[in-house]
């Protein structure tokens, strides 16, 4: 379906929705509300913010859904830091896509490499290795900061770390190109998500578009669109 196929969806289910006079939306409209839904889709069904309470890759269905968005890149790190002497900074900058992580996996070296375990700020003082504290980490740990991943390896892993590493192999969830009726591509161009999951959107669409005229019968296609997912 590409996306002149679904604003006549949009067209169609917001007929459906509505028993007053059809309000005239332009395909610009109709791309904001699309391009809305689409990531707040991506959002339900990343979280487990949905009907069934499923996140990503917990079920068939779930991981069905968003499998055309996950990503791997391989990105550089360094080992600058004036405070951790195991600390590994990977910037995100390069990777202009990013949305959401999924797993990583740290390289010190061509041979030997271990998958990472995602921790919050709260705890991560704890793995920094400095003159009053030496901790011992069995997996790499990493955190999110201002477009960087801070990885913490064992202090005794340090020394395995080869000069032309370390890498992280990260696995995500790409930020879709945003539909666009006026683009190059235009109505022909076919969105990056499963097709099974557009009908989906064009729901969702319809009632961000409802509620932005508001209608009262948005709880009623509200209910519908949550027992389709």
């Keep these: 379906m590409n996306i002149k196929d679904m604003h006549i969806a949009f067209d169609m289910e917001l007929d459906k929705a509505l028993s007053s006079v059809l309000p005239s939306f332009d395909p610009y ?22 009907t069934l309470q499923q996140s990503f890759e917990v079920s068939p269905k779930r991981t069905s859904d968003l499998q055309k968005l996950v990503k791997h890149v391989v990105i550089k790190g360094s080992n600058t830091s004036l405070y951790a002497k195991n600390e590994m900074s990977f910037s995100l900058t390069g990777v202009s896509d990013f949305m959401y992580p999924v797993s990583s996996v740290f ?3 061509e041979n030997r490499y271990s998958p990472t375990i995602t921790t919050n700020h709260d705890i991560i003082n704890n793995f920094r290795w400095s003159d009053t504290n030496r901790p011992w980490i069995t997996s790499p740990v990493i955190t999110y900061e201002n477009d960087e991943i801070k990885c913490y390896i064992d202090p005794d892993d340090v020394s395995d ?6 890498e992280l192999v990260l696995t995500y969830i790409k930020r879709p190109v945003r539909l666009n009726f006026f683009s190059t591509s235009g109505p ?12 989906e ?16 019968r948005i709880q009623t296609h509200t209910q519908i669109t949550q027992n389709k997912e």
């Design 29 to 50: 409209q109709k791309d904001y509300f699309i391009n809305n839904a689409y990531l707040m889709k991506i959002n339900q069904k990343l979280t487990g913010n949905n």
């Design 107 to 109: 390289k010190y070296n």
């Design 161 to 166: 770390v080869a000069e032309d590493y370390p």
């Design 188 to 199: 022909s161009y076919i969105p990056e998500i499963d097709e099974h999951v557009i009908p």
């Design 201 to 216: 959107i064009i729901s969702l669409a319809v009632d961000l578009a409802i509620e932005n005229i508001e209608s009262p």
